[in-house]
């Protein structure tokens, strides 16, 4: 019995180096851009240092060749939650558009919002500035990069 649950850990191994190796699947972690430095608080527009990020990141997810991204929105908890969704949903669709912009295929390209629901950190109840400040980790867009190739 353990001699066979070996060989199929074994078996397991082989098999995801084989695909890493071959292109099949990637073991990432995501692409996370900081709400704070790329939106203004509460806002789904660009700043300028966010696009300049974009811009840069987009040649080479380019040179990565057959791959996937899935855009994520990420909010903190401060507000109403279907507001905190759209704005999720927005942030990520901003990127995107910069992305496609940049000549990435807008057809590999998915954007979705999270709203507030994976947050990073919690904090406990401060003040308005300190809670902004404290809850700033869960604001931010997560890029997703999966290798299509078979």
């Known amino acids: 019995m353990l001699k066979d649950k070996k060989r199929t850990v074994s078996l397991l191994a082989a098999l995801m180096t084989t695909l890493a190796i071959s292109g099949c699947a990637t073991m990432e972690k995501p692409i996370i851009l900081d709400s704070d430095v790329s939106f203004a608080f509460g806002s789904a527009d660009l700043t300028p240092e966010g696009r300049s990020r974009i811009t840069q990141l987009v040649p080479s997810l380019i040179a990565r060749g057959e791959t996937r991204l899935d855009i994520i929105g990420h909010t903190d908890r401060i507000g109403d939650a279907k507001a905190n969704m759209r704005l999720s949903e927005r942030r990520a669709d901003s990127v995107r558009q910069q992305i496609v912009a940049g000549g990435f295929d807008p057809d590999r390209v998915r ?16 003040n308005q500035r300190a809670l902004i400040e404290c809850l700033a980790p869960n604001r931010r867009v997560e890029i997703n990069v999966t290798d299509i190739r078979w």
Do not use: T
């Open 111 to 126: 954007a979705r919002g999270a709203g507030a629901s994976h947050p990073l950190v919690y904090c406990e109840q401060q």
